[in-house]
């Protein structure tokens, strides 16, 4: 049985201080974060300096994620090949990020990109050793009108998994993602589990008196997270 490791999101422009105040306090595990850019951020030099705040402890990064737009945009694409590649620089065993999308058109829309984009993605993870996940979360989109991800739901996993097969390729699973869809997160993972490579928590609640009375469309607010 593997064992489960704790850990905590650390943005990755401000990864150098904010480290320095959770060393030392039972995280074992570190997720450098940056969302649509690196904001400047050398990631070899990142690499260098990470290593020497974690020397001597026990703990360590396992993963980059870099939540960005690859089907759209080359450049997100350019910076997410980048971070597969330096990902063993910080020792990371995942690299974590968006599945893209044509922003503002429906999820079926981008399954052709997807499959060409995220192929070849995958390989390279694979050829680095890293496992690539996909991060669930709706991004504000729906499933007419997506924004820059369309992996979050369970009616496209069927066909991005289909797409590509890789055994290094998963998802980066989220269950509030899944709760604020009013999806069953624990029907889902009896379903999805194995396809799971990396697991982000956070507390949500669903306030089903809100559902009852003033539904989804965003008149009334029913979910927090």
């Given at each position: 049985m593997k064992q489960i490791k704790i850990g905590t999101c650390v943005p990755g422009?401000?990864?150098?201080?904010?480290?320095?105040?959770?060393?030392?306090k039972g995280f074992e595990t570190f997720s450098l974060n940056f969302h649509m850019s690196l904001e400047g951020t050398d990631l070899d030099?990142?690499?260098?300096?990470?290593?020497?705040?974690?020397?001597?402890?026990?703990?360590?990064?396992?993963?980059?994620?870099y939540?960005?737009?690859?089907?759209?945009?080359?450049?997100?694409?350019?910076?997410l090949e980048k971070v597969i590649c330096t990902a063993e620089k910080f020792g990371a065993t995942h690299v974590s990020t968006f599945a893209g999308a044509w922003e503002g058109k429906?999820?079926?829309?981008?399954y052709e990109e997807f499959g060409k984009v995220f192929r070849e993605l995958a390989d390279l993870a694979e050829e680095k050793g890293v496992k690539l996940g996909i991060e669930n979360c709706l991004m504000d989109g729906t499933w007419e009108?997506?924004?820059?991800?369309?992996?979050?739901?369970?009616?496209?996993?069927?066909?991005?998994?289909?797409?590509?097969?890789?055994?290094?390729?998963?998802?980066?699973?989220?269950?509030?993602?899944?709760?604020?869809?009013?999806?069953?997160?624990?029907?889902?993972l009896?379903?999805?589990?194995?396809?799971?490579?990396?697991?982000?928590?956070?507390?949500?609640?669903?306030?089903?008196?809100?559902?009852?009375?003033?539904?989804?469309?965003?008149?009334?607010?029913?979910?927090?997270?």
């Open positions: 422009p401000v990864a150098e201080e904010w480290l320095k105040g959770f060393v030392g030099k990142l690499a260098l300096t990470t290593d020497k705040l974690l020397a001597g402890t026990d703990s360590k990064i396992t993963t980059l994620g939540y960005c737009n690859p089907i759209q945009y080359a450049e997100h694409r350019k910076t429906p999820v079926e829309s981008a009108h997506a924004t820059c991800n369309i992996g979050f739901n369970p009616k496209a996993w069927e066909v991005m998994f289909e797409e590509v097969k890789n055994d290094n390729f998963g998802l980066e699973w989220e269950p509030t993602h899944q709760m604020v869809q009013l999806i069953d997160p624990v029907a889902e009896r379903k999805w589990c194995k396809k799971i490579v990396h697991v982000h928590g956070k507390d949500a609640t669903i306030d089903w008196d809100a559902v009852r009375h003033g539904g989804i469309s965003g008149a009334v607010p029913f979910v927090w997270h």
